[in-house]
């Protein structure tokens, strides 16, 4: 049995979080509790009032700029005269390996959804795609580096020239440098990992939003790909270094390595630190739009943690012997291992499938792969700290 399953429904990880309620199913909501979401939407209504307005203004302009978007119909008359939905479209970031590759080819498979292969390797997405034997014409790949804003901002005036609507968007793309002594940054000066794996994609998400919201198709999706690593309630989460955001001090410094940390919680570098911490900032992220978005949207925020898929590319500055070692100890001891097909299979359900369409919901999937609303850690599901995060988060990519 994979141990995140066995851990999880236990007292253990409940109690360790001091929490008090005893299953999965219970404790699936205790991040994005009833009074949590008053409170947020109270404090910073206003804000957003304006954010919105400002953030609307904008996109009408760059809308006016382009081509007008073609408006989709849902259904489509079929010769027989019966109604099928049109084709989904879906921007899955970094699908030019692993997860998001594998996500792609399971949903291309369906004949039911267009993939947008947001890459910032053109041509490695184009290999990837054939390499996988993805029909010609289920995919359209698109340049997309998350370590620039520019590039961000970009690829949407890209996409929005394209005409495509927006069904799902899939946050996916990573990187990991687990032996990195020094810090590396983005084109603006963000530490790497965070910068891209989270700055990156909160200001996808934030542009793309909008255009999520014009979709007409009936379950709007927006994932965010978490992981088992930045939750502390769980055992792989309490292998060293832990996740911890502390007082957000370097976050809100900007990470520059400068006059200020290169680390969220203001301390030294670490990589495999940064990466965890960029994970925790995903989830709080995916709860943080729920709290905001789901209500007045009907959009569907959710995050995961597909399994440990243990033979991606995310490993790849990791040292040799890791790599080698890393599979077999994930299959024989930990049995937390899955294979590229199986999560992209996992990914691409939560992309479509119409018994995930719950919001707010962070998904797990049990040894026989059932899925089930799993419980975050309590830093990943602190509203307080998800608003805060999201306040100096915006500041940092140009949005207040
Ligand atoms: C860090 O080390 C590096 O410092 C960092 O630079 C970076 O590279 C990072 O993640 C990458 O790794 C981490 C790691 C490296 O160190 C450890 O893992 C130390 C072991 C500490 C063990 C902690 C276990 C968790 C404790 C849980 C606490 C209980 C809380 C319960 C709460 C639950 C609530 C519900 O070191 C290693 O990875 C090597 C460790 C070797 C230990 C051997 C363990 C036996 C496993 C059997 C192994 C099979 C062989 C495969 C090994 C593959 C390597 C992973
Ligand atoms: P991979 O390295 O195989 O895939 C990561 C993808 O992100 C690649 O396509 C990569 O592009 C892309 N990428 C990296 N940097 C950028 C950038 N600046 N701009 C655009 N794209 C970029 O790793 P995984 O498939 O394992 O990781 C996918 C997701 O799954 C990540 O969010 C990761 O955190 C998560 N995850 C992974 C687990 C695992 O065990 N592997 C477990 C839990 C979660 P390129 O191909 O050009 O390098
Ligand atoms: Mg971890 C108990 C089960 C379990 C699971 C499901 C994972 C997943 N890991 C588990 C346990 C352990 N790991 C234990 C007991 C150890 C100590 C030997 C261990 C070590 C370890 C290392 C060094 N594990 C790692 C690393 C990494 O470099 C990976 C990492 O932290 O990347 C940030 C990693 C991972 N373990 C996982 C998963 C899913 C990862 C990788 C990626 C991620 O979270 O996205």
Not at 108 to 135: N, P, Q, Y
Not at 139 to 153: F, G, K, N, P, Q
Not at 239 to 262: H, I, M, Y
Request: proline content about 3%.
């Amino acid at each position: 049995m994979a141990l995140q399953a066995s851990f999880l429904p236990s007292a253990l990880s409940v109690h360790k979080e001091g929490k008090s309620s005893s299953g999965v199913k219970d404790t699936a909501f205790l991040g994005i509790s009833l009074s949590d979401h008053h409170k947020s939407d109270f404090s910073s209504a206003s804000l957003r009032t304006k954010q919105r307005s400002f953030e609307q203004k904008k996109l009408s302009i760059t809308r006016a700029q382009t081509t007008a978007v073609a408006s989709p119909s849902i259904n489509r008359a079929t010769s027989e005269g019966k109604k099928t939905l049109r084709k989904g479209t879906v921007v899955i970031t970094g699908a030019s390996s692993g997860l998001g590759l594998a996500t792609a080819k399971a949903l291309a498979d369906t004949g039911k959804w267009h993939i947008v292969m947001a890459c910032r390797d053109f041509l490695k997405a184009e290999r990837a795609a054939k390499s996988v034997g993805m029909a010609k014409d289920s995919y359209t790949v698109m340049h997309l580096d998350l370590a620039s804003l520019d590039s961000v901002r970009q690829f949407v005036h890209n996409f929005r020239r394209s005409d495509m609507p927006l069904d799902v968007l899939v946050c996916n793309a990573a990187v990991y440098f687990p032996t990195a002594r020094e810090p590396t940054f983005t084109a603006d000066g963000f530490e790497l990992s965070v910068g891209t794996n989270h700055l990156g994609h909160f200001l996808l998400a934030r542009l793309l939003l909008d255009d999520l919201n014009k979709s007409d198709y009936p379950s709007k999706r927006l994932v965010i790909v978490g992981s088992i690593t930045g939750n502390t309630n769980t055992l792989a989460g309490n292998v060293p270094p832990k996740a911890n955001l502390g007082d957000l001090r370097g976050l809100a410094g900007g990470l520059t390595g400068l006059n200020s940390s290169a680390m969220i919680d203001g301390k030294d570098f670490d990589g495999a630190k940064a990466y965890k911490d960029s994970k925790v900032c995903n989830m709080l992220m995916m709860q943080e739009f729920h709290r905001r978005y789901h209500e007045e949207t009907g959009i569907s925020f959710t995050s995961l943690y597909p399994g440990c898929i243990a033979t991606t590319g995310l490993f790849r500055e990791h040292i040799p012997l890791f790599r080698l070692l890393f599979p077999p100890f994930q299959k024989f001891v930990t049995k937390g291992f899955v294979s590229e097909a199986e999560s992209g299979k996992r990914l691409a359900q939560v992309v479509s499938d119409p018994s995930l369409t719950k919001s707010g919901v962070y998904w797990s999937w049990n040894k026989d792969s059932a899925s089930f609303e799993n419980q975050l850690s309590e830093e990943a599901s602190d509203a307080e700290k998800a608003r805060k995060v999201w306040e100096i988060s915006e500041k940092l990519v140009g949005l207040a």
